[in-house]
């Protein structure tokens, strides 16, 4: 289908299954990336911007392959929800989201060494209220500690607390999938 070796800049489990289930064929390559971006960028510009910089700096190791990478960040209140450092965290995160609509932006940036194409999605999410005994129940068997706001909407969370989503469902896992192919499929084939 693609011309050029695919390299997926990325070791999110999450992304890597998605390609694969879209059926393409691909190697998984990443490097040491410090999650940076300007204090004063808008919140919902931060997911391409951080894929982007993730693409540029594989870019200066690969050459002619087509590289994909992303970059999600979960956005409340106009804030943006890294992945949770401890139990703690993750407990603030959750109760914050309990009963509340968040953004969930993908950023996904995909180059060839010719050309370059970034786009943002965004999908919004209303979280049912929670108890602090759902939220602990969560927290001990799943260990969200990978996952920005502190949640996979593909785990059992997904299934008990997210009331409704308004969007795309692969978004918030963690790659816009649909998108990802049409591009791939129409710029880069």
């Known amino acids: 289908m693609l011309s050029n070796k695919l390299i997926l ?8 299954e998605l390609l694969e289930k879209a059926g ?16 004063e960028m808008s919140v919902l510009e931060v997911a391409e911007y951080l894929s982007v910089e993730k693409n540029k700096a594989l870019r200066t190791i690969l050459e002619n392959q087509i590289i994909i ?46 050309k370059q194409r970034s786009i943002s999605v965004t999908t919004e999410v209303k979280v049912k209220p929670l108890s602090i005994k759902e939220i602990n129940y969560y927290i001990t068997n799943y260990k969200p500690f990978d996952k920005a706001g502190a949640y996979g909407i593909q785990e059992w969370f ?24 049409t591009i791939l499929t129409e710029e880069f084939s």
Not at 24 to 39: G, N
Request: charged fraction near 20%; include cysteine.
């Open 24 to 39: 393409f064929e691909f190697e998984v390559r990443s490097m040491d990336f410090e999650e940076t971006y300007p204090d």
């Open 158 to 181: 997904g299934l008990i607390a997210i009331e409704w989503i308004n969007g795309s469902y692969y978004n918030v896992v963690g790659l816009p999938v649909d998108q990802v192919y």
């Open 69 to 114: 990478t992303a970059d999600t960040v979960v956005i409340s209140n106009g804030r943006i929800l890294e992945k949770p450092t401890d139990e703690n965290d993750a407990i603030t995160m959750l109760s914050g989201l309990s009963g509340q609509i968040h953004e969930v932006v993908t950023g996904v940036c995909i180059s060839n060494g010719q």
């Open 9 to 16: 800049g990325s070791q999110s489990p999450r992304r890597k």
